[in-house]
C-alpha cells in the first residue's frame, strides 16, 4: 500500500516472513541508513543480517508484539523509514511506538512518516506514540542528542544532530534521558577508590555478608543466558518501558554480545549461599571493527579485530534488596580491577538513566539520549 503527498509517496509494509527472504521494500528499509551515513565517521552501523532477523516474523518479539514498517521516497529515491509497533506486554495500553527512524534534514519528509505511523497506532486503538523505540528496549531505542562530536562506542545509538529538532518540530516532546560518561584512567582510579571506601564501610556495616563472583559459563551459552535472565530483568525492572521476556527473545537479543566478550567480561555475583544477586558485563569497544565490516557479518567474522582503545560499562546492577549493601560497588571494582591489566585510554559508562548521580563528578564528554512522546 502507498499513499502520496505532493511529490512524496510512503509505502507501507510488512515484515518479513522468513529473515532469508526479505522483500524488496525491506530490503530497502533495511539498506536506507547505509546511504544516509556513507560520509559519517561517527555511525556504527548494525548488521545487516540481524537487521533482516529483527525485521521478520523469526523475531522473538512478534509471538506477543505487533508493526507495521513504513518508507518514504521521493521521485523514486528513498529519503525516510520509520516502524510502528505495539506491544502486548506493556503495562501501558495506550502506547505505541515508532522506532527505526532515519530520515534526511526535511520535516514534510518527517511529518508524512509521522503521520502514517499515527494512522496506524490509532487504528490499534493506541492513544500515544513514544519513540524512537525498536520495537522493544532489548533493541535499539533512543536518539543521541548530546555529543555528536564525541567518539561512537559500540552498543552507542548515533544519528545526525538534526534527528531532535524534526522531532520537536513534529510536536513531540522529552520523556526520558540518559547519559554516558567518559573517564580516563586518573578518573577512573579516583572513582575506585571513592567505590573501595564505599565497600569496606559496607562490609563494617553487614559482617555477616559475603560476597563472591565468577565468570559466565560461555560452554553452554545458551543455558546460561536463560540462568541470568531473570535477575538481568530485575536489574532492568525499573527501567523505561520494562517487559518481561522470555528465554528466547532474551538470548535473541544478547546473543550476538558472546563474539565480543571473554566469560570473564560477565561477572556473576553471589552471596554467601551462592545465591546470584548480581551482574556485570563490560566489553572492549570494537566499533572501529564493526564501521570497517559495514554491515558486512562475513566481513566481520573473517577480519582480526583492531586493538580496542576504549573500555564499556554496559551494565552492573544487584538485587534491590542488595543494592544497599554493596553489591554494585563490589561489581564495579572488580571490574576495574580487570581493566588494569590492560592499557586503555576511555572508560566509558554507557547509557545511565539520567537520575543516577553516581558519577555526577564526571561531567567531561558527556554524551545524551532522549525519547520522546506525545498523545495522539
Known amino acids: 500500500m502507498s499513499f502520496v503527498e505532493g511529490d512524496l509517496k510512503c509505502f507501507s509494509f510488512s515484515i518479513s516472513d522468513d529473515p532469508r527472504k526479505p522483500s524488496l521494500l525491506v530490503q530497502d528499509f533495511v ?18 543480517v540481524g537487521q533482516y532477523f529483527e525485521l521478520s516474523k523469526a523475531n522473538a518479539f512478534f509471538t506477543h508484539g505487533r508493526a507495521q514498517l513504513f518508507l518514504c521516497k521521493r521521485n523514486g529515491k528513498t529519503v525516510g523509514r520509520v516502524s510502528a509497533s505495539v506491544d502486548d506486554l506493556l503495562p501501558s495500553k495506550r502506547i505505541g511506538h515508532f522506532g527505526y527512524f532515519d530520515c534526511v534534514d526535511d520535516l514534510e519528509v518527517a511529518t508524512l512518516l509521522l503521520k502514517e505511523v499515527v494512522r496506524w497506532l490509532k487504528n490499534q486503538k493506541k492513544t500515544r506514540i513514544e519513540g524512537p523505540m525498536n520495537f522493544n528496549i532489548y533493541n535499539s531505542y533512543r536518539i543521541q542528542t548530546k555529543g555528536y562530536e564525541t567518539t561512537p562506542f559500540m552498543g552507542e545509538v548515533r544519528n545526525h ?19 554516558s560518561y567518559e573517564m580516563d584512567p586518573e578518573e577512573m582510579k579516583d572513582l575506585n577508590s571513592k567505590v573501595s571506601g564505599m565497600i569496606q ?3 563494617l556495616k553487614f559482617p555477616d555478608e559475603k560476597i563472591t563472583h565468577d565468570p559466565a559459563d560461555f560452554e553452554n551459552f545458551e543455558k546460561e543466558m536463560a540462568t541470568l535472565r531473570p535477575i538481568c530483568l530485575e536489574i532492568f525492572s525499573d527501567n523505561y518501558s520494562y517487559t518481561e521476556i ?3 527473545e532474551y538470548i535473541q537479543s544478547y546473543g550476538s554480545m558472546k563474539k565480543f566478550m571473554t566469560p570473564e567480561q560477565f561477572l556473576k555475583c553471589r552471596n554467601k549461599n551462592g545465591l546470584m544477586i548480581g551482574v556485570a558485563y563490560y566489553y572492549w ?31 552492573i546492577g544487584a538485587q534491590k534488596d542488595y543494592l544497599s549493601k554493596g553489591v554494585f560497588q563490589y561489581l564495579l571494582n572488580q571490574v576495574y580491577n ?4 590492560s592499557p586503555f585510554k576511555k572508560a566509558i559508562m554507557a547509557l545511565c538513566v539520567e537520575e543516577l548521580q553516581f558519577f555526577r563528578d564526571y561531567e567531561d564528554g558527556l554524551r545524551a539520549y532522549t525519547l520522546f512522546g506525545k498523545d495522539i
Not at 544532530?161 to 547519559?179: A, F, Q
Not at 569497544?285 to 554496559?314: C, I, M, Y
Not at 580487570?338 to 591489566?341: E, H, R, Y
Open 31 to 48: 539498506e536506507f541508513p547505509f546511504s544516509l551515513y556513507k560520509n559519517n565517521d561517527f555511525w556504527i552501523p548494525p548488521m545487516k
Open 161 to 179: 544532530s538534526y534527528y531532535e529538532k524534526l522531532i520537536i518540530n513534529l510536536g513531540l516532546d522529552p520523556v526520558r534521558v540518559w547519559k
Open 201 to 203: 564501610k559496607k562490609q
Open 246 to 248: 522470555g528465554d528466547t
Open 285 to 315: 569497544d570494537f566499533h572501529k571493527s564493526l564501521q570497517k565490516a559495514w554491515g558486512d557479518l562475513q566481513k566481520l567474522e573473517g577480519t582480526p579485530f583492531e586493538r580496542p582503545e576504549n573500555f564499556v560499562f554496559h551494565t
Open 338 to 341: 580487570v581493566m588494569l591489566k
